[in-house]
């Protein structure tokens, strides 16, 4: 039937039913674009998972490498102080060598000083001789004072066993308890460290 033969009921029939048509075909094409999407974001989702997995990846790396510099760093530091432990030790030694040979020297001119003492307490007075060898002696124990020897305080002190040594102990009400009361020896220190005892009387 032509356009000219159809009535106007057929012609809108006709018209509404083309409507729908393209409706549906519309339809069909929203449906197929949404069913691509998902495609789409999957591979969005890929994409993005896997920049994700690039950067940590870098992540780890870098904190394996800061690991090592921490470790590094910890053993530097660990190795400065077993140097500066080692050096301080070494100083120790050579200034604990240094008074023993210090020590020993001392040690072997005391006895000399000691027969300056008892040959001048045996001198006369006003002997020229004598006065001569006073100055030598001063200027001996003078020496040794400035070098950080002195002598040990004895008479009239309490009885010390870290400085003295008793060989003697005598009853005397007089004095008190455990004081010295006579010397026989001298003492001497060298730098606070004892060289000789004094040989002394103790008082009961």
């Known amino acids: ?13 006709s018209k509404a039913a083309e409507e729908a048509a393209v409706e549906e075909e519309n339809i069909q094409e929203e449906q197929e674009v949404q069913a691509e999407e998902p495609d ?3 591979e969005q989702e890929e994409k993005t998972s896997g920049k994700t997995s690039f950067f940590g990846r870098k992540k780890k790396e870098k904190d394996k490498k800061d690991l090592q510099i921490e470790e590094l ?4 530091k660990r190795s400065l102080a077993e140097f500066e432990n080692f050096r301080r030790r070494t100083e120790r030694e050579k200034s604990s060598m ?15 000083v000691d027969n300056f003492e ?14 001569g060898m006073k ?10 004072e400035e070098l950080g020897v002195k002598p040990i305080e004895a008479v009239g002190a309490e009885f010390n066993p870290d400085f003295h040594n008793a060989v003697m102990h005598v009853e005397d009400e007089t004095v ?12 001497y220190t060298y730098k ?11 008082a009961n």
Do not use: C, W
């Not at 008190?176 to 003492?187: C, P």
């Open 1 to 13: 039937m032509s356009e000219e033969n159809k009535t106007p009921e057929t012609q809108e029939e």
């Open 40 to 42: 789409k974001g999957e």
């Open 73 to 76: 760093t910890d053993r530097l």
């Open 98 to 112: 240094y008074i023993i040979g210090a020590k020993e020297i001392v040690e072997k001119i005391l006895p000399v």
């Open 118 to 131: 008892r040959g001048l307490a045996q001198a006369a007075e006003g002997d020229a001789f004598a006065d």
């Open 135 to 144: 100055m030598i002696y001063k200027q001996l124990v003078t020496t040794l």
């Open 176 to 187: 008190g308890e455990n004081i010295i009361v006579e010397e026989f020896q001298k003492g």
């Open 192 to 202: 606070d460290f004892v060289v000789r005892h004094s040989m002394v009387k103790v």
